[in-house]
């Protein structure tokens, strides 16, 4: 009996528990090429505490051997949302081989006959959207949420950062009301260490424009899947640069403040 009551001591204590997966290692494993993950997101915003809907998201991120290399995401916003920002993120962005095709809303208004696409220069794939301020795909990203959360239970990191700090990992300085935002996050991972969910929520105040408030639910899913991004049949895209001079179409994709900082 008393080795049984010794091996129960044993097993309680938090010295005999197994050290929770890594999640950087567990990304890192993740690139390969040829596969990837899809992602289901919603972003709640709200101006003076009155909601303004809900965006949705979702598509597929396709892998290299050192991280994301394209990306195909589709966005629908509510009509609720009267803001420039909503007006101007792309319902459909496809991001492949250093170019990014844009279809719908502004993007295909007055598009020559036979064009459903603008192609946009100049742009990498990154592991984020229109929303989701924090890029769980850079490792180094990834890394600094672990090692900033104020707690870990049952699979689950929480912490909060400002925009300078998340600047800093890319080695920018952000100053200002700008770098002092708060943005707080809730990370959760399987038993292997990869990310399932990811909320991210920071709140600004515009003065006469009002106090914004925004929060981002972004959920993982099917890690390890085939996914092959392809870009739009030429025949059906026209560069932004060979649109007329009087086009409304916009003449630069609209970037995330915080993701811009990785490009």
Do not use: C
């Not at 998340?166 to 770098?179: D, M, R």
């Amino acid at each position: 009996m008393a080795l049984t009551t010794a091996a129960a001591l044993v097993a309680a204590t938090p010295a005999a528990q197994a050290a929770p997966a890594d999640p950087v290692k567990a990304l890192k494993k993740q690139f390969v090429a040829g596969h990837g993950v899809r992602i289901s997101e919603q972003t709640r915003t709200s101006l003076d505490g009155k909601s303004l809907g809900a965006t949705k998201t979702s598509g597929t991120f396709e892998f290299g051997k050192s991280g994301v290399v394209a990306s195909d995401l589709r966005t629908r916003t509510p009509s609720t949302d009267k803001s420039l920002s909503a007006s101007l993120a792309p319902p459909r962005i496809i991001t492949v081989g250093g170019y990014s095709y844009i279809q719908g809303g502004l993007y295909s208004e007055d598009l020559p006959e036979g064009k459903k696409w603008v192609r946009y220069g100049g742009s990498e794939a990154t592991g984020g959207t229109f929303n989701q301020i924090l890029d769980i795909f850079e490792p180094k990203v990834l890394k600094t949420l672990v090692s900033k959360a104020k707690s870990f239970k049952g699979g689950t990191y929480k912490g909060a950062l400002t925009y300078n700090e998340l600047g800093k990992v890319y080695g920018q300085k952000i100053t200002g009301l700008l770098g002092k935002i708060k943005i707080d996050y809730t990370l959760k991972v399987n038993s292997k260490g990869l990310v399932t969910t990811l909320s991210s929520g920071w709140a600004m105040d515009f003065g006469v424009l009002g106090k914004t408030r925004s929060v981002t639910e972004t959920r993982y899913l099917g890690w390890g899947s085939k996914v092959k991004v392809k870009a739009p049949a030429e025949d059906q895209w026209i560069d932004v640069k060979d649109l007329s001079e009087d086009s409304d179409v916009p003449q630069e994709i609209p970037n995330n403040s915080l993701n811009s900082l990785a490009n």
